[in-house]
């Protein structure tokens, strides 16, 4: 009975070929003059202006002569007393680190590093987009961890003011990058390879180039996704207007005499608007690729997040259809499509990148049902990790949940229920 309940939403739908037309050619001519009319954004290159403020609180060059006193006066040989002192002279982290940063010729165009060695007070704080803290015994630990194997080897601590930022994702890949070189000391060590000549050959933090690697997002790719999520929504307002048009047909009394429950009829619906939806978004995306080149980094990530979408989008619809059977009006699928949609698409950037805005719309659009599936399309196509798209997906199921959790209540209640 179940499969029966979704072919009879399907055929439903696919009886109403001007809808059917309507959500599947609409978007895709949206994107056509929409992605013409703009062109590229910024002409294709991310801008950087990074500012980065490094507390430095510790004393590498005290931390480094002592190391050497320490190796001068164990009872290690002559040879392995110049191997580990040869080491230690040829590594110095945290100047290697600011030299680089701060004497880098490309790097500078990026990132602007200020130098304190005093607390930032939390009003200073927000002139920067990262403060990397180097802690006072860092050289220490590292120098322990490097020779004889003790400790973590200090760690530095770095907080950026919006991870979502090009500037933020800048210094976090400087960092991270050096992290990696600091890797390369500690392994040359345990192979006993001459890191000197190592640090001398390549001792760079990296190539300004290989900082932004991301996908530049172009007028196309931008207003493929924000036209796709939109419209996606569309689907689940239309299932629901014939949802309710079963109602006033007495369709749906006769299921339930049928000894059917509300909650299967609704599955059903949920089910059938999944499948449309997936189809819709499929569909779209395949044009768009053809037609326009837009492509997503990886295809099992890209079948995660449409899944996840699509299952808010029957949640949607399920929730519409319970709010019209409780009130016993049409009006309500209407609302929903002529206001909520569009509003929740305004907040989510259908209509423009919300990255120009910033501050608190921009995270309120990242989180919003819209602008998180937006932000975790966009984010795939500029080859972030699944991980990096956390929020985007925590907000699409918790969104998804509330929706059926309203459902379930709506759905108990007599006006459904009978």
Known sequence: MFFQLIKKELLIMWRRPRELIILLLMPFILITILGSALGAFNDGEVKVDAKLAVYLKDESKTAQNKAIKDIQNSSLSNEEKAAKIAIVSAFNPVDIFLNE???????????????????????????????????SSFSEQFYEKLLYEKGDGGQWKLAVADNTSVNATVIQDIVSGFQKEINLAKTAQQLQVDYKKIASADTKVGKA??????????????????????FVFYVA?????????????HMYERILLANVSPF?????????????????????????ALFYGVTFSNI???????????????SFAVFITSISYVSNSRNVE??????IVPILAF???????L????????????????????TAYLKLMQGFPLQDMGEQLQAIFLFTGALLVITFVLIRKRGVAR
């Open 300 to 314: 099992l990530y890209y079948l995660y997040i449409t899944i996840a979408l699509n299952a808010m989008t029957a």
């Open 209 to 230: 180039e290989n900082i932004v690697q991301k996908k530049d997002i172009n007028a196309f790719s931008y207003y493929a996704v924000g036209m796709c999520v939109m």
């Open 101 to 135: 940063v701060i004497e880098n010729k490309e790097l500078k165009k990026l990132v602007k590093v200020i130098v304190v060695k005093q607390p930032i007070s939390t009003k200073e704080q927000k002139k920067y987009d990262g403060i990397l803290e180097i802690p």
């Open 355 to 374: 990255s120009a805005i910033g501050g608190f719309m921009e995270r309120l659009g990242e989180l919003s049902p819209v602008g998180a599936a937006i």
């Open 334 to 339: 209407g609302i929903f499509s002529s206001l």
């Open 264 to 288: 299967a009829y609704f599955a059903g619906i949920f089910a059938a608007t999944f499948l449309l939806s997936f189809i819709q978004m499929n569909l779209l995306f395949s044009l768009t």
């Open 347 to 353: 907040v989510g950037g259908s209509f423009f990148d």
């Open 237 to 249: 307002t239309t299932v629901a207007s014939f949802a309710y048009q079963q109602k006033e047909d």
